[in-house]
Structure formats: C-alpha cells, structure tokens
C-alpha cells in the first residue's frame, strides 16, 4: 500500500485513483494522522500531496517530521516537498507578486537517476505554487529544473525521500505516470497485484466472515453502485441476501419495472418492490427549495425503510454502495485546516447532500460496505467482472432523490410526466448518435415556475422551458459542459416540443463545474 497524507490539495484523491491505475492499493489520509496509526498499515511508500496554504504561514498545516525517520521511502508533491524542506533544514520563499508558476513549464532533467530514471532532457510539466524552494538540505541534490523554478526536483537517495514541485498525477505533465511507476515500483518496491478480480475475492471472503449465515439487508436503487453491490453479495451469500426497492415515484420512465423484473427474472435476485410514490408526492407538496425538498425526501425514505425492515424481522446486516468519495467528502480530509478524524476511522458519515439511502447511525444496523475504498470507475469496473450487464454497470449517475431535483419548483405528477418524458427523448437521442459511453451524465430539467412565448402552428404558445444538461466528467467533483453536435441536440430539442405537450423551448445549459453544479437542485 502507498498510503497519502492528504494536506487539502484538489489533487490528494486523483493521485490515490493513479496509483491505483499502477495496480497497488492506495488511500488518502488526513494529514493530522498520527505516525502511530500510519504504521499499523504497514504503508511501502508515502506521498505528501499539495495543498493551498504556504508552509510559513501561522495555522499552515504541519507534518511531524518522524514521518522523514521511519525508513520508508516519502515524496513530497508541491506543498509536500516544501514541507519535506522545512523539516530537513531547507529552505522555502514567496516567489513574490506576479512570480508564481502555474499551468504548464518545461522541466530540463538534471540527473535522470532514481524517481525520474529512463526520461529524456525535457518534458512539459504542471505546475501550481506561489512559494518555492530555495534552499536543499544536505544529503539532497536537484534534479530538475524549470526557467522560473531553478529546485523543480529533488532527491535523497540515502534517506529515499524525494521532492516534486510539479503534479505528476495531472494529465498535463507529460511523464507523470512514469515518474510515479518510479516512485511506487522502484523505490518503494511495490508490484502490480491489486486487481479488481483480487478486490472481488477479497470482498467476499470478508463478507462471508462478517455475515456467517445471517441474512443482510440492501436498498436497491437501480444505479450501478447498489446493483452491482447486489451481484457482488449474491455471490457472496446467494439467497441470505434481501434486496428492497423503494419506488418514490422518481424514477425515470419504466425504470422501476425494468429493475424488478431485470434483477427477478434475469438475474434471479429477488426484490421486496414497495411502492411509496403517494407518501412521496404528498411529502413535497408546496415545496420549491431544493434542500428542503432533499430532506423530505430523505426522511421519508429513512421513514419507509423502517417500517419495511421491521416487517422483515431480525435482520443484523445493512450493505450500503458508499464510494470512496462520499467517505473523503464526509471524513473532512479535503478541509486540512479541520480535525475531523482521519478517514481510516470507518465511522464514515454520509455526505448530507447525496443522503438518500444513507440511513441513520441509531439503526442498530451492522454496516456492509465493500466499496467505501473504490472509486466510481473501479465500480464499473468491478461489475464489468462480475459480468453484470452493460446496460447497469455504464449507467449514467442518478441522484437518490431523482427526477424530484429535476423539475424547478414544486413536484407534481403532471411536472413528473414532463420531465420524465423529455428525459426519456433525451437518453434515446444520445444512445442512437452512439454518445452515451462517452459523456458522465445527460438529462431534462423542467423550469415549472417559468413560462416564454412560443408559437406552433400559426398559435400562440406559452409554455415551459425545457434544459438540457450534458457534462463530461471523471469523478462527478468538477466537470466540463459536453460539446454534444449540433445535429443531436437539433433533434432531441425538435422531438421535445413536438412530443412533451407543455413544452414550447429548449435551452441547452454551458456552464461547467464549478462554477455550476451538475444538478440544477
Ligand atoms: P452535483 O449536482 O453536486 O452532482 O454537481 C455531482 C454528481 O452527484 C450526483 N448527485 C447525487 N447522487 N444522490 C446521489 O446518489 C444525490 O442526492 C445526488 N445529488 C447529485 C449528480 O447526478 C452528479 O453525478
């Protein structure tokens, strides 16, 4: 395992994910973790990340510097480095006003030995700092440099600790994966086991010494993290395994009898349907703000999955699809100037805004949740090995409170009936023009509370507006609006007003994340 020490970089998670891509396990700690608890994991490498603030700065998050004794190999990225210097009897300085480096420079090798051996003279590289090293320790030596930055690399063959000015891990630099290959393979003598097949087993044997014989328990959502959960815990504990769906009425068009019969006959995984699309509905009426209605929303569910549990009889097992993004974003580890518990610490709490289907902790429930260590692509990745069918595993994301989030302004079923139908015209547009595997997320949102002028057929229209939003994206935390041609969206805008009666414009949404979000809600 590399294990990373996380000091509030946007980059701490995507240098765990490319590690990952190098086949050794990786995770993201707070960097506040204590070198007590870092040596329980037995980690073969550590990696300070980057992070905003400036090592001298008074409240600067700190490393202790035992973490430099430990014989075990450390790099230090950007902020990691400079504090890898502060520690060592280097010295680090404000680059001073307009000095900074940031976005691409050209890194000249000085010695291509060690964390940078077999690369050429020079590569682009991705920068980001305001402060630079200016002073090296003995023991260390430059080995690389940039025009504006003269210690761009370092390196300490003795103690094998090493530094990087620039982000291996961002697509920009150009060697980045070899260098770290470098850092993983040769210095800290990692080898390439840590496969999805291994994860897969590894799961199950788990499982099936927690559960023993008892029966566990699994809300099923239709996306790809609760149905391949399902594949993955059938296989584990075959027919001990109870599946509920709870229909709250937001689904997309035919999903919900899709998923019953998908998962009973195909799959032959049965489900306890329950259908609570009223008690929803009702939930939401005069209810236009979007974190209000999440929260009706989430405690109905809470509410629904209590009463339909208790009708089950004991059961002691929860298994829940938490990723490993809701446990980062929930255990603060992207806040280094707050202590809120290292995200070892499996007490992982559910991000407040992706909370439907997270339940709360006075459940008694005995918590399963195997993939609280993957990311969304290794998911995939994982049902595509357990062989779960295409059509689930590459579905696009689907927020828990659904097409609730989706129409602006209160829910009602004739809004529902709007959305769901553009929503459907949509996904078949974009599957027939071949694009759907390669945009993160395409959907209709209804603005209800607004109406424009239209006319059709010599008639005046007045009716509402129609969004389009399709987002390219890795993670779902930042994405670029999707250039989907013109063409489609010519015809899923023409087949929106002319088959969704109350609809009379279709815009189609710009704007990336941040500073949008991905949701209209
Ligand atoms: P935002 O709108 O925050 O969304 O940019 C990021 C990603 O998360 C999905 N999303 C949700 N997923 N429950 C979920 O399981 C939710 O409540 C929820 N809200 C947003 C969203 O579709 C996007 O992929």
Known sequence: MILILDFGSQYSELIARRIRELKVYSEVFHYETPIEEIKKFNPKGIILSGGPSSVYEENAPKIDPEIFNLNIPVLGICYGM??????????VQEMGQDKGEYGRAKLYIDSNQDILSGLEDSFISWMSHGDSVVKIPDGFKVIAHTDNTPIAAISNQEKNLYGLQFHPEV??????????????????????????????????????????DERILLALSGGVDSSTLAFLLHKAIGDKLVCIFIDQGFMRHKEAERLIITFKDQFKIPVIYVDAKKRFIDKLKGITDPEEKRKRIGEEFIRVFE???????????????????????SAGSKHSSKKQGYHSNPAAKIKSHHNVGGLPENMKFKLIEPFRILFKDEVR????????????????PFPGPGLAIRIIGEVNEERLHIVRMADAIVREEIAEAGLYNSIWQIFAVLLAEIKSVGVMGDKRTYAHPIVIRAVKSEDGMTADWAKIPYEVLEKISNRIINEVSNVNRVVYDITSKPPGTIEWE
């Not at 994966?177 to 003598?189: G, H, R």
């Not at 097949?197 to 044997?205: G, Q, T």
């Not at 009463?307 to 980062?328: C, H, P």
């Not at 069918?389 to 590459?394: A, F, G, L, V």
């Open 82 to 91: 400079q504090l890898m210097m502060m520690n060592t009897g280097g010295q």
């Open 171 to 212: 697509i920009h630099t150009e060697k980045g994966m070899e260098i770290l290959a470098n850092f993983t393979y040769k210095i800290c003598n990692c080898s390439a086991e840590w496969t999805t097949a291994k994860f897969i087993d590894k799961s199950i044997e788990e499982i099936k010494n927690e559960a023993k």
């Open 307 to 329: 009463e339909e549990s208790k009708k089950l009889g004991d059961i002691n097992f929860l298994a829940q699809g938490t990723l490993y993004s809701d446990v980062i974003e």
């Open 381 to 396: 990745k994982v049902a595509q090995e357990l062989a779960v069918p295409e059509r689930i595993s590459r579905r696009h």
